[in-house]
């Protein structure tokens, strides 16, 4: 297909180009290296989201081509739609996302991740091939894999509790399953072993930490007081846990910034109490209510 003609159908606004789109899809694999080279041609009048609606639409036939591209191109811009495009593709079984999972490429990897982080807990079926990816040696593939069991929530619990108490599968993924349960259902999803772990730890940090100055773009409440258990008393608020103000500060920023927010409640569940803080009582309830 003549690239130039191409181009000149698919200009044009979201509306003015329907037809085309529709036309293109029709045909299928036929068409799908021209469409490819549109999107990936960064000088070319036409809106990237179109040649990239024709593709997710075309489906499972663009799958290995957009691969291909995520490997071979350079340029972030192009690599970013190239990404956005090979995860959103319309196909019957998210299957098909799975060889590239072992893909040598890390970008493919990630995309592949994203792909069945969209499917929320259907992808629960897929948890065993998911696994390995939290010890991946690439940071942004293991954490789009934390990501893909945040998605599937509290039906990727038992397997996740079956890879801590297992031999290790392999290097950082045992690791990664305790941030993934964590992600997934929260500090209470973690078995008898890992919480008293976790509290040990907390324990030891607690006893050295100096305070620091916190980045909260929040509301705050002022409470005179040292007495915590008052607080947690006037606020309704059950089931404390220690923690050190490091961690209770990043709860707050990933709670009062999480756009998926895949769990009920999961912008107003969680509340940190700080220590006192010269004579005072901080804490915070998650997102945006400060209590000092």
């Known amino acids: 297909m003549d690239k130039g003609l191409l181009t000149q159908a698919l200009s044009g606004s979201w509306e ?53 591209a995520a490997v071979v191109e350079d340029s972030p811009e192009v690599v970013r739609r190239v990404g956005w495009a090979l995860g959103r593709l319309e196909v019957g079984d998210q299957g098909v996302y799975a060889p590239l999972l072992d893909h040598p490429h890390p970008r493919v990897r990630s995309t592949a991740l994203f792909a ?25 593939v293991r954490r789009r894999a934390v990501l893909a ?27 990664g399953a305790l941030e993934a349960l964590a992600a997934a259902a929260g500090p209470a999803a973690l ?10 730890l907390t324990r030891i940090k607690l006893s050295a930490e100096v305070p620091e100055g916190m ?20 606020f309704d608020l059950a089931d404390p846990e220690p923690v050190t103000l490091r961690t209770g500060a990043a709860a707050w ?18 509340v940190f109490v700080s220590p006192a803080l010269k004579g005072s009582t901080t804490s915070l309830a998650i997102p945006g209510v400060v209590l000092v």
């Open 16 to 68: 003015q180009t329907r037809s085309a789109r529709d036309a293109l899809v029709e045909q299928g694999t036929a068409v799908i290296g021209a469409v490819l080279d549109v999107l990936c041609d960064e000088q070319s009048p036409v809106e990237w989201t179109v040649p990239a609606d024709v593709l997710c639409r075309i489906g499972e036939p663009a799958l290995l081509p957009l691969a291909d």
């Open 149 to 175: 069991f945040q998605a599937i929530g509290t039906a990727a619990v038992p397997d996740l509790r079956r890879v801590r108490r297992g031999p290790a599968p392999g290097p950082r993924v045992r690791a």
């Open 215 to 234: 980045h909260l773009c929040g509301s705050w409440y002022a409470v005179r007081t040292a007495d915590q258990a008052a607080v947690l008393d006037a």
């Open 116 to 140: 069945f982080q969209t499917q929320g807990e259907a992808a629960v079926r897929f948890v065993d091939r998911l696994i390995p990816l939290l010890g991946d040696p690439e940071p942004e």
């Open 191 to 200: 078995d008898s072993r890992d919480q008293n772990a976790w509290r040990r």
């Open 253 to 270: 920023n990933h709670d009062h910034h999480d756009w998926q927010r895949t769990r009920p409640h999961s912008d107003c569940s969680r």
